[in-house]
Each structure stands twice: as structure tokens, then as C-alpha cells.
């Protein structure tokens, strides 16, 4: 084999390598069952506030995004692999479901990888670890559990 055909095909393979390995760090891939069909979409919350979490705030929050302070989103990926929150007094992160203690159609447990970003121009990753949650829907409000917390949420229309 020639020295320039040798190369080109370890170009080829390291090319190939590389972008494989971006594309995992980039974005876990679950072997888990996937989150129910329930939790899928957008939902919307407060806290650190004594307000209780009613139609008319639900709406704003989701139109307008609510108070800088108090809002928190999250978005349960169609993937139904991941969800996606958003919090304005902290950071944005994606998790990923390890393992389940507790799999329903509308509650499930167990442990998941949290990955944390700074929000700002760069989104620098801020921290990623394995936690306990806990995520229940009753008569359309979630229940979002995650090392002793919960926040109610509701569904954004």
C-alpha cells in the first residue's frame, strides 16, 4: 500500500473517531426505557415565592416568561430521552435518566446525570452529577422531585 493511500485512510479514521467522540459528549445516548408519553412537552413553574401556581400566572409564564427571579421551565424532549430545564436564577442543564426505582405512566424515580451550564454568552459547562429524582403528574400538576426539592409545575398550552 502507498505511503499517500495509508494516509488518507488514517485521515479517513481519525476524521470518523473524532467526530464520533464530539457527537457523544455532545449528547448522551440513554439505554433506559424511555420517559413516558405524559411528561412529554413543555411545563412551567415558580418558586422561592409564596404565590401558588394558578392559570392566569401559568399563562404568563409561558407567553412572557414570568418573573426573572421566580420561573422555572422544563421541557421533557420528544426524544423521551432527556429533559431540558431552565431556571433564571440558576443555570440551564439536561438530564438523562440512568436507572429507575419507580416506572409509571405518570411517575417515575430513580437516578439521573445532571449536566449544568452557565447561562451566558458561552454556555461553559458548570457542573455535571448522578442525583436522585423524582417526577410525579396528579390531576395534570408535576410534581418535580430532585435532591429534596419539589416544584409544582403545569403544562404550557
Known sequence: MSFYRC???SLAAFLLLSSATCFTHASPISNVKPI???FIGKWAGIHS???KLNKTILKDLCDNGG????SFFVDFNVDAQRLTGV???EDSYDEYPISYS???PTHISGQSL????EMGEDDQLSNKHVGKFDYKIVNGTLYLGSDNTVIEMMRCL
Open 114 to 117: 445532571s449536566i449544568a451550564f
Open 49 to 51: 415565592t409564596k404565590q
Open 36 to 38: 413516558p408519553r405524559a
Open 7 to 9: 494516509t488518507r485512510i
Open 67 to 70: 418573573e426573572q427571579d421566580t
Open 102 to 104: 419507580k416506572y409509571t
Open 87 to 89: 431556571s433564571y436564577w
